[in-house]
């Protein structure tokens, strides 16, 4: 498990892993005289800004995802990613605040996180499906023993099966809770960072647009346990605390 482990965590950090990401998620170089012309700009302006202050910060490429849902992501150490949506919907001020937050995800590591917890997950999954295997097996063998051992044997191992079904899905549960409070824990630092570059009022447009398309999200406790994001109004609220602070101190 642990030779597996290490070798999906060199794949997955390797440029074929990046290259597999984004093949998942439908990323693709920036092909027209269009896209090129009009996004390459305000990447190359965000991105040298991001480097003058932070020169630790690595390369970083853009590409765009051809679906209309208004959205970017970072994936991996060296790839950002914008939706045709997000192009068509928000400003260019606006796509330069996004894109310093996606720049920030990857300057702060947070992408290491998230392909650690999916390569993870992968690799737990197969474990659970090769006990799910090894379970199936000592039933078939117990139902085949006709004799009264063979009864509470059958018993011992449904009770066994149960507990350990019960410890998956409360394991699973809590990762996911740990995961997603780190997860809107990323996204606050991502806006103090687009604070930083000098972005933050593009961002808080952006977010106002976000705030007025989305359909909203499920109030209940377990959602918002289990929610990648923050709510858009309380990091709307929160930067524009933030940006009056740094105003005030910076008069």
Same mark, same amino acid.
């Not at 690595?58 to 959205?71: E, F, K, P, Q, W």
């Not at 085949?144 to 409360?170: D, E, H, N, P, Y």
């Not at 990323?186 to 009022?201: H, P, T």
């Given at each position: ?21 984004r ?22 302006e ?5 480097k ?5 910060l ?7 995802m ?29 796509l ?6 996606e ?37 078939r063998?117990?139902e ?15 009770i066994?099966?149960? #507990? ?6 409360? #394991? ?17 630092e991502?806006?103090a ?23 909203g ?8 346990m ?6 858009i ?8 605390t933030?940006?009056?602070?740094n ?5």
């Amino acid at each position: 498990t642990i030779l597996l482990y290490a070798v999906s965590m060199l794949v997955a950090f390797s440029p074929i892993g990046e290259w597999i990401q984004r093949q998942i998620n439908g990323a693709r170089d920036l092909e027209t005289k269009q896209e090129t012309e009009y996004i390459r700009p305000l990447y190359d302006e965000v991105y040298e800004e991001a480097k003058r202050q932070y020169p630790s910060l690595g390369y970083i490429h853009v590409y765009l995802m051809d679906t209309m849902a208004i959205n970017a992501c970072a994936i991996a150490n060296h790839t950002i990613a914008i939706t045709k949506g997000a192009v068509e919907t928000f400003s260019e001020e606006e796509l330069k605040g996004i894109i310093s937050h996606e720049i920030a995800h990857i300057y702060h590591g947070d992408t290491i996180a998230n392909t650690i917890a999916t390569v993870g997950n992968g690799l737990f999954s197969i474990l659970v499906l090769i006990n799910k295997l090894f379970l199936m097996l000592i039933d078939r063998l117990t139902e085949a023993t006709q004799s009264g051992a063979g009864g509470f044997m059958r018993f011992i191992f449904s009770i066994v099966r149960l #507990f350990f079904f019960a410890g998956i899905w409360l #394991f699973s549960f809590l990762m996911q809770v740990a995961m997603s409070a780190n997860s809107r824990k990323s996204e606050y630092e991502a806006d103090a960072f687009s604070i930083q570059l000098g972005y933050n009022s593009g961002l808080i447009d952006a977010l106002y647009v976000l705030q007025k398309t989305s359909l909203g999200l499920d109030a209940g406790i377990v959602n918002k346990m289990l929610a990648s994001h923050p709510h858009i109004a309380k990091r709307i609220g929160r930067l524009e605390t933030l940006t009056d602070r740094n105003e005030y101190q910076q008069s």
